[in-house]
């Protein structure tokens, strides 16, 4: 009798705790702080896999692909 | 490193909204939504000029201030993005920006406002990069393909140029000595003429 109070009594300790650990729902607004998800670095991903050169590299080369002056005397 | 930036050359906009179609089909966005639009100055009217208009990425960006939920941000390259899951479709970002660039798609029975869309740079937004959940908030991650945006690189005549405010500014500068006409930038003061607001510190992010 007295193992199944004390098994009935830690059921309904850990029942009456497990409230404890969950995680506020409601969003904390600091005015000027940015609250969403961080984003990651446009270079940190699986095509550059963390290389910024190469990233610059590719970019740069877009950049300039929008010169005419320039494509017509690589020609 | 680079400072994105937007530039449309008035002088050689042919309104054929290429650009618009460009954005929309590489995003897929909804019915209704524009990120991006070609307006005529004095249509019909010889001499009329057009240019193509979307968010541009303000140095000091009016919708960032006004945001009652903070959910924009700006990333290292200059991009103004901001998070659809906290956004609640208010519409001051719509007020206060000069050019027209937040949308709002319609959700639900009576019209009722969305979460605000709007020109992302083609940079996608703050998930995965090239993940689902990407794409169906904020369309395709160009940028982290190594390329520019869709509407900058399909322009026919290449009015519309986009990428390193520098570099697009040197194109334009050398377009501008060799015609001889047709300096003026619309909308570059409106959006550049401020100094540049440092990019807000992400949480838990890398700067």
Redesign the interface.
């Known amino acids: 009798m007295t193992k199944l109070a004390i098994v009935a009594a830690t059921v309904l300790l850990a029942l009456g705790l497990s409230a404890c650990g969950e995680k506020t729902q409601v969003t904390v607004y600091k005015q000027g702080k940015y609250q969403g998800k961080p984003d990651n670095q446009p270079w940190d991903n699986d095509r550059f896999k963390g290389d910024r050169v190469a990233w610059e590299k590719a970019i740069k080369g877009r950049n300039s692909g929008q010169n005419e002056y320039v494509r017509q005397a690589a020609q | ?2 400072r994105m930036k937007f530039l449309c050359d008035a002088e050689r906009c042919i309104e054929c909204n290429g650009c618009v179609t460009a954005c929309k089909n590489e995003h897929e966005v909804p019915w209704g939504v524009n990120r991006r639009r070609v307006v005529t100055v004095n249509d019909g009217v010889p001499g009329e000029k057009s240019i193509s208009v979307a968010c541009m990425h303000c140095s000091d960006a009016p919708c960032m201030a006004v945001c ?6 700006k ?3 200059g991009v103004v ?3 659809k ?2 956004c609640i479709g208010c519409g001051y970002c719509f007020y206060a920006c000069p050019f027209g660039a937040p949308q709002f798609p319609q959700d639900g029975a009576f019209g009722l406002r969305g979460k605000m869309d709007k020109c992302t740079f083609c ?5 995965q ?2 993940s689902a959940a990407e794409f169906r908030k904020y369309g395709r ?1 160009r ?6 945006p869709a509407c ?2 399909m322009c026919s005549t ?1 009015a519309l ?4 405010g520098d ?2 500014a ?2 334009y500068r ?2 501008v000595t ?1 015609r001889g006409k047709g300096a003026e930038v619309w909308g570059w003061g409106t959006a550049y003429g401020k100094p540049e607001q440092k990019p ?7 700067s």
């Open positions: 490193m680079a009652p939920v903070d959910c924009f941000y990333n290292s390259e993005l901001h998070d899951d906290l940079a996608g937004g703050p998930e990069d090239f991650n940028l982290a393909e190594g390329k520019l900058a690189e290449k140029l986009g990428g390193d570099v697009i040197d194109i050398n377009r060799t807000a510190p992400q949480p838990g992010g890398k």
